[in-house]
């Protein structure tokens, strides 16, 4: 149909990114999710559909410029124009400088900032001949912030960061919304819980972050009209120190 319209999350976990995808297919959006192993987003796309969503489910490797090119093209192809492309991958890791090793720091800059470039240069040329769409990048703490042992981390956020902003300068007026959102806080994880059981028990409080309310801010991103759109916003519960 002429009228659909597809989104695009690359790193579609079971929260933030996962959250991301059910919010845009609730207003009729057809989600488009990744991991690098499909069968791990089984449960996001039954749940999507079981809420009169339409999802599709794709293994691609973010790092590799083949699998990015050709699932983009594909969904422009099979499913539906391109309006909203969000990258959604972390890589935190911790080591300290000395044992950081050109591996670890290369391995997280692919997955954090290249396959961010990737993604967002793929939508790009979907997109700007409709002269439309929205670009979000996930953010955190380390795009802004380095820290004792996140070195390779904290080099990966703040090149992304600066991917974003450059891509918003240059197509903004094109049309397209760029838009850079750095979550400063836990998330509300079976990660979180299992791990930092003191920091989860916050969540009675409102400390820690719901994903359907960060997904609640992307989608309040792509509504913005032009003339008051918004590059870079920071998200962080009342409890976060910053």
Excluded at 116 to 132: D, I, K
Excluded at 154 to 179: F, N, T, Y
Excluded at 180 to 201: G, K, M, Q, S, W
């Amino acid at each position: 149909m002429p009228d659909k319209k597809a989104i695009l999350v690359v790193g579609a976990g079971d929260a933030t990114g996962g959250a991301i995808a059910r919010r845009f297919a609730r207003e009729g959006y057809i989600a488009c999710v990744t991991r690098r192993s499909a069968d791990k987003l089984a449960d996001l796309v039954d749940q999507i559909r079981a809420e009169g969503g339409e999802a599709h489910a794709f293994a691609c490797d973010a790092r590799k410029e083949e699998d990015t090119v050709a699932l983009i093209a594909r969904i422009e192809r099979d499913i539906a124009p391109l309006e909203v492309a969000v990258f959604n991958i972390g890589a935190n890791v911790n080591f300290p400088i000395l044992e950081t090793t050109s591996r670890v720091y290369f391995k997280v800059w692919e997955m954090a900032c290249f396959g961010g470039f990737l993604m967002g240069r793929e939508a790009a040329r979907a997109m700007l001949p409709r002269q439309r769409g929205s670009i979000f990048f996930t953010g955190a703490t380390a795009s802004v912030r380095g820290r004792d042992g996140m070195s390779a981390f904290a080099g990966a956020k703040h090149a992304l960061r600066a991917l974003a902003q450059s891509m918003a300068r240059e197509l903004g007026p094109q049309g397209i919304h760029v838009a850079h959102l750095i979550v400063d806080a836990a998330i509300d994880t079976a990660f979180i819980r299992e791990n930092f059981p003191d920091r989860y028990a916050a969540k009675a409080r409102d400390g820690i972050v719901n994903p359907e309310h960060i997904a609640d801010t992307y989608w309040m991103l792509h509504q913005q009209p032009r003339d008051a759109w918004t590059h870079e916003l920071d998200i962080r519960p009342w409890i976060e120190h910053w």
